[in-house]
């Protein structure tokens, strides 16, 4: 079967910085943090009382009391966000095949609060008092099953759980899928709900998270610089409606951008830090850009993975070097996570949705609070002020705990 081209049709978001793709494009662009002190619960036993939670968020303005009741927190922003990319894609229902419809969604942990509060009273109360929607409600891939239901999609509808790359990896298997001709479009992205006691918690007896900011939040994740002290945890989700050329045309739908190409590896090297010499990140990169057929010359953006942690930003930095040559110290690179947090599933998801709209407005979001960069961080990373400029083609990286790393190209579309 001949290769379809594929094209990114619609957006949709839930994040600590909006509700919505809009909103969320002018935070970005006014380079401002969506990080802020833990409100859901008392953290003041933890090390880190700082996140990138969603705020605002009335899961009934996207469903009814009695469909969000049956929901973990990361069904919902999962539903949620693929109902407005669905709306922006312009797709109702009745006007697409729903055999040849699916959605493939990114999940690093999945229903962490379900989990949580089951357990409190399965030790409190016994296990005949266990909460009956407590599976249906944690698993991870009933974000997606919750999404393909909504829209009645009878294609492919599963989870990926690769950490960090999750999202990533989710559009990566979406726009393989369509690239070959097996159906007409994918729901696709990340999602992640984690900002509770547990999640918190775990994170930080790894020393992943920042602790030195908790007075100042705003300024806790700043990727690339000297002072960086571990990422911020974040939550929420990033959709792209992944369709092929062919279908989109039939139906006259606005274009953000062309999916070109994804890579994914692993670093077999441990368990929750990259490579030293980067060698996974770099693999993956390659091979997003030999399924696309470019030359690394060709990529004018690279949102990177940029977590703010001590090993992450110096080893990717170096990754990014060897795959673009000298081409590096002229390509722009920035960390959305600057000011969104760490989403974990869902960061790849954001983050490519990121990619998309720099590629449809011209402009490239800044890496904030980098003051002075770190050891080997030596590239343009669009310090505190974003810049306009053009962007034919974007890279977003996501590298994960595991070892697991996912790259993909976009690319602004042209007949």
């Not at 310090?383 to 890279?395: F, K, S, T």
Request: with cysteine; proline share 5%.
């Amino acid at each position: 079967m001949e290769r379809q081209r594929v094209v990114v049709t619609g957006l949709g978001t839930v994040n600590p910085l909006a509700n919505s793709v809009t909103d969320t494009w002018e935070a970005l662009k006014a380079g401002r943090s969506g990080i802020g002190p833990i409100t859901r619960f008392d953290p003041s036993e933890h090390v880190t009382k700082i996140a990138g939670e969603v705020k605002g968020f009335n899961p009934t303005d996207f469903m009814d009391r009695r469909e969000a009741r049956k929901m973990d927190r990361f069904s919902q922003y999962a539903t949620a966000s693929a109902i407005e990319a669905m709306a922006d894609a312009g797709l109702e229902q009745g006007s697409f095949d729903p055999a040849r419809a699916g959605t493939i969604m990114g999940v690093g942990i999945g229903g962490f609060e379900t989990l949580e509060a089951s357990y409190r009273v399965l030790f409190d109360k016994g296990p005949s008092r266990v909460p009956p929607m407590t599976i249906p409600k944690l698993i991870s891939n009933i974000g997606p099953g919750n999404v393909a239901i909504h829209f009645g999609l009878h294609g492919p509808a599963y989870s990926v759980a690769t950490a960090c790359a999750s999202g990533t990896d989710a559009i990566g298997n979406a726009f393989h899928w369509v690239r070959a001709g097996h159906g007409d479009f994918v729901i696709a992205g990340g999602v992640e709900a984690c900002i509770t006691e547990m999640g918190l918690a775990g994170f930080n007896v790894i020393h992943a998270l920042a602790g030195n900011y908790n007075d100042r939040p705003e300024e806790a994740s700043r990727p690339f610089d000297k002072d960086r002290d571990g990422f911020v945890l974040a939550e929420g989700a990033g959709i792209v409606v992944v369709e092929s050329l062919e279908h989109a045309r039939k139906r006259g739908a606005s274009i953000y951008a062309e999916v070109i190409g994804s890579g994914i590896s692993c670093d077999a090297n441990h368990l929750t830090q990259p490579h030293p010499e980067g060698r996974g990140a770099r693999e993956a990169m390659e091979g997003a850009i030999a399924d696309a057929g470019i030359a690394p010359e060709e990529i004018d953006y690279v949102n990177a993975h940029g977590t703010s942690t001590a090993i992450n930003d110096p080893t990717e930095t170096k990754a990014i070097k060897e795959v673009l040559g000298e081409h590096a110290y002229r390509v722009k690179v920035s960390s959305s996570k600057s000011m969104s947090g760490h989403l974990i599933g869902a960061a790849g998801g954001f983050e490519a949705l990121v990619c998309a709209l720099a590629i449809r407005n011209g402009y490239i979001p800044p890496t904030i609070n980098l003051h002075e960069p770190g050891e080997g961080c030596d590239l343009d990373y669009v310090p505190n002020v974003g810049v306009e400029a053009p962007v034919r083609v974007a890279m977003s990286n996501s590298l994960g705990f595991g070892g697991h790393n996912g790259v993909l190209l976009l690319k602004r579309y042209e007949e």
